[in-house]
């Protein structure tokens, strides 16, 4: 008798890269996606037994999302996988659910032109979505959103033992990489909307008040998108201090008032922290699901 036993397992055809343009007028459309598809069900006899007898083939799986692509229409990358999660779990009665996830990718029009495009978003847009059952999950975001201030900035009080040689200090730049997701408690909104509007509650959160620390920031940017958008219940951010060291170029007879700096890339400080709405508790399941398989 085995003494292994099988218990977590997804499986499909990940990063499909995916363009979708829409041709209706001479005016063009794009969306710009890269998409993965992952399985749940009952796959354990082509585990346990080499029986493919429910193996939705990966290359299925990855001819699925380019031809609901052209059914579906990407309004979203939300409703983009909302609706191949209603297609495999309704084609295949072993399949309970499954992790659908979605990179996008930001163009605009060179000059308006009606199709000529260039790449222009400085973030990536992110949506995970995974079905269990009949329990929906979704969860979208961004990454890659980097931003810096030259003052309002400061960085004292910390404690202080023999290993510490950071000088404290009132005035610094403050830059970071904006890694950001929250979870939404329904599905019945307009996601571009919602999108656009929480980026910029993030910008002008990052702009409005003197920072104390990272940390500080990163709780001003989650209260306000608590605050201002109902549909979202938590929100998490994993941010890198993109540190900026004052240069001394007071050896070579200069004199440097906060205008000359070294940027360093590493080693960086790594903040993160999930903010929830008042009465929620955190979702740590959903959370798993964001890196991949957990």
């Not at 201030?149 to 005035?171: A, C, I, M, N, R």
């Not at 999108?195 to 940390?215: C, G, N, P, R």
Request: proline share 3%.
């Amino acid at each position: 008798m085995s003494k292994v036993r099988l218990t977590s397992n997804q499986y499909g055809k990940a990063e499909n890269r995916l363009m979708r343009v829409y041709r209706d007028t001479d005016r063009h459309e794009i969306r710009d996606l890269n998409v993965t598809s992952q399985l749940w069900g009952d796959f354990e006899t082509a585990h346990t037994e080499g029986d493919n007898e429910h193996v939705v083939a990966t290359d299925t799986q990855k001819n699925t999302v380019f031809a609901k692509a052209k059914e579906l229409g990407v309004s979203s990358p939300e409703q983009f996988l909302m609706g191949l999660a209603d297609h495999f779990t309704s084609s295949f009665d072993w399949v309970t659910g499954g992790r659908w996830e979605a990179e996008e990718y930001g163009w605009d029009r060179i000059n308006d032109h009606k199709h000529s495009f260039f790449k222009s978003a400085p973030e990536v847009r992110t949506v995970v979505f995974t079905r269990d059952g009949d329990k929906d999950t979704l969860i979208s975001g961004f990454n890659g959103l980097t931003v810096l201030k030259t003052t309002e900035s400061g960085f004292v009080g910390y404690p202080k033992d023999k290993y510490t040689t950071l000088p404290e200090t009132q005035d610094r730049i403050l830059a970071t990489d904006i890694a950001t997701r929250w979870i939404y408690n329904t599905t019945d909104l307009d996601f571009e909307a919602v999108y656009t509007k929480v980026k910029e509650i993030i910008l002008d959160s990052f702009t409005d008040h003197f920072s104390h620390a990272l940390q500080h920031t990163l709780y001003q940017m989650g209260e306000k998108v608590i605050e201002a958008v109902p549909e979202i219940d938590e929100i998490r951010f994993s941010c890198p201090n993109k540190h900026h060291f004052l240069y001394d170029i007071e050896r070579f007879g200069l004199e440097n008032p906060n205008e000359v700096f070294i940027v360093a890339d590493r080693p960086y400080g790594l903040i993160e922290a999930t903010f929830t709405r008042e009465g929620v508790d955190e979702n740590k399941d959903a959370w798993a699901q964001v890196a991949g398989f957990c």
